[in-house]
C-alpha cells in the first residue's frame, strides 16, 4: 500500500524554540492534512493543503504542499508547552476514506 | 458535549470475552469510520459507514463486527481478539465519506484504550 514517511519520529526541544517536521512519499497527492493529537485525545485537524507549492499558516503554524506533490513541511514559530503531543501528516490520493494515508507520526516533547 | 463521544475510554478484556465499543456523533455528519492506532505505526482504517450503509471493509479480521443502526451511532463488536489487537480504536465521522476540508474536516472522537490480555 501507499506509504508516507514522517520524520522525525521524535523530537525533545526547549520551549520558545522552533520546529520542523515533514513528510514524503513515492506517490503524488491532491491534499496534504496536518493533524494533532493530544495525550488522551483523538487527532484534530491543524491545516489543509490543497494545490503544489501552497503555503498556509494556522497561529504560530506554518505547512506548505511540496512542489512535487509528494511531500509537505510544517513549522512551528516559538514553541510552548501546549505545543506537545503527537503530528500526523496525511495525504490525500483520491476520493474515499481509503485514499488518505497516514504518517507514523512526530512526538513532540517540550523542556520548559 | 464533544462532537464524537466515545465509550469506553478504556477496556481490558480476555481472548474468549465478547465486547462492543460504542461510538456517538453529535454534529449531523452522514459518514462514520473506525480507525485502529498501533503505537509508532499510521493510523489504520478499518471500517467506513456513509448513510448507515458499509462502504468500506479494509480486509479486517472477522473477530471485528461493525454495526450502525443509524447514522449517529456506530458500534464495533469485538469476540475471539488477540494480545496484537490491543491498540486504540478511534470513531471519526465527517459530512462527505469522500472529501474533507478546513470546513469539513474528519471529526475523531477520544478513542478507547484496548488491551487484551
Known sequence: GQQLNQSPQSMFIQEGEDVSMNCTSSSIFNTWLWYKQDPGEGPVLLIALYKAGELTSNGRLTAQFGITRKDSFLNISASIPSDVGIYFCAGQLGEGAQKLVFGQGTRLTINP | ?117
Not at chain 2, 452522514?30 to 478499518?46: D, I, R, T, V
Not at chain 2, 480486509?59 to 458500534?75: K, T
Not at chain 2, 469485538?78 to 480504536?89: I, K, V
Open chain 2, 1 to 117: 458535549e464533544t462532537g464524537v463521544t466515545q465509550t469506553p475510554r478504556h477496556l481490558v478484556m480476555g481472548m474468549t470475552n465478547k465486547k462492543s465499543l460504542k461510538c456517538e456523533q453529535h454534529l449531523g455528519h452522514n459518514a462514520m469510520y473506525w480507525y485502529k492506532q498501533s503505537a509508532k505505526k499510521p493510523l489504520e482504517l478499518m471500517f467506513v459507514y456513509s448513510l448507515e450503509e458499509r462502504v468500506e471493509n479494509n480486509s479486517v479480521p472477522s473477530r471485528f463486527s461493525p454495526e450502525c443502526p443509524n447514522s449517529s451511532h456506530l458500534f464495533l463488536h469485538l469476540h475471539t481478539l488477540q494480545p496484537e489487537d490491543s491498540a486504540l480504536y478511534l470513531c471519526a465521522s465527517s459530512q462527505d465519506p469522500g472529501w474533507w476540508t478546513v470546513n469539513s474536516p474528519l471529526h475523531f472522537g477520544n478513542g478507547t484504550r484496548l488491551t487484551v490480555t
